[in-house]
């Protein structure tokens, strides 16, 4: 009865594995992926862009409600995030630290 577990457990992890050809092509996704998106491959969770996506959708139409000043401190905030923050937030996230050192700068 045991053998014949034994031999089914085994015939099981057998499906349950991937096969080396699909080990290696998950492999070079992830790859591209981090090249494409400039990401840490090391921490996957925390992917990071070198500019985020344009804003390409307004289905709510919350663009239409701001002022022109409004905008203007949006993009001014938008410009910092990805000048400033983005490049190094990864590193504070892995080392589960918080970055002190923006805060003065994010007045």
Do not use: N
Request: hydrophobic share 45%; proline share 9%; with cysteine.
């Amino acid at each position: 009865m045991e053998q014949r577990a034994a031999s089914r457990l085994a015939v099981m992890s057998q499906h349950l594995a991937p096969a080396p050809d699909a080990q290696v092509a998950m492999v070079l996704g992830r790859q591209f992926t981090a090249a494409t998106l400039g990401s840490d491959p090391t921490f996957p969770q925390a992917t990071t862009a070198a500019a985020f996506p344009p804003s390409v959708s307004d289905a709510l139409g919350l663009d239409t409600l701001l002022t022109p000043e409004e905008r203007a401190v949006r993009d001014k905030v938008r410009r910092y995030m990805e000048k400033e923050v983005a490049p190094v937030i990864c590193g504070f996230w892995e080392r589960a630290e918080f970055p002190h050192q923006l805060v003065p700068s994010l007045a």
